[in-house]
């Protein structure tokens, strides 16, 4: 059973950045596709980025432009780079995995942003 494990959320002002990794312990290439998703307190679970293992990115509107994801195949992390942020962007940010019709999620990671 492949484990991810979230890490770089923290606190940050608006208009700052920071860094979200998600390692796995075992080769991600089994995953097909992996992605970020973000809940807010009293919000659905929603989706932020999304990237195959081909490289096709996909991002939810409301970040595009500020948001990079990425896959490192060779390392096993997938990372969201997070440019321009902004108080809606707080959330619980997990990480995703699929593997064919299985599905794995990393425990979260706070981001806040706050003046």
């Known amino acids: 059973q492949v484990q991810l494990v979230e890490s770089g959320g923290g606190l940050v002002q608006p208009g700052g950045s920071l860094r979200l990794s998600c390692a796995a312990s075992?080769?991600?290439?089994?995953?097909?596709?992996m992605g970020w998703y973000r809940q807010a307190p009293g919000k659905q679970r929603d989706l932020v980025a999304s990237?195959?293992?081909?490289?096709?990115?996909n991002y939810a509107d409301s970040v595009k432009g500020r948001f990079t994801i990425s896959r490192d195949n060779t390392k096993n992390t997938l990372n969201l780079q997070m440019n321009s942020l902004e108080p809606e962007d707080t959330a619980v940010y997990s990480c995703?995995?699929?593997?064919?019709?299985?599905?794995?999620w990393g425990q979260g990671t706070q981001v806040t942003v706050s003046s």
């Open positions: 995703y995995g699929r593997d064919g019709g299985s599905g794995y």
């Open positions: 075992g080769s991600i290439f089994r995953f097909s596709a």
């Open positions: 990237v195959t293992r081909g490289g096709l990115r």
